[in-house]
């Protein structure tokens, strides 16, 4: 299976950070393929540009790229903090 992993908190060695690693350890080891996307670490910025609305809208390549990877994930793993 094809598992994403997205993660989002800005210290490297905070407890999302062990989880997401923790989880990506254990799918590899039942041999999954995983992919994993620190959103701080390529510094994603969250916010939605008025462009970037209509259905049809051009995205930028890099978001692009995390649209095709999700959607043909067979399974999503989202690791955050709930400040």
Request: with cysteine; glycine share 4%.
């Amino acid at each position: 299976m094809n598992i994403s992993i997205i993660l989002a908190h800005p210290h490297p060695g905070s407890f999302n950070h062990a989880i997401a690693k923790a989880a990506a350890s254990a799918l590899c080891n039942a041999s999954h393929r995983v992919t994993i996307h620190d959103l701080y670490a390529e510094q994603f910025d969250p916010l939605l540009p008025a462009d970037e609305i209509p259905r049809e809208a051009r995205l930028p390549p890099g978001i692009a790229s995390h649209c095709s990877e999700i959607a043909k994930a067979d399974g999503i793993v989202i690791v955050h903090p709930d400040w």
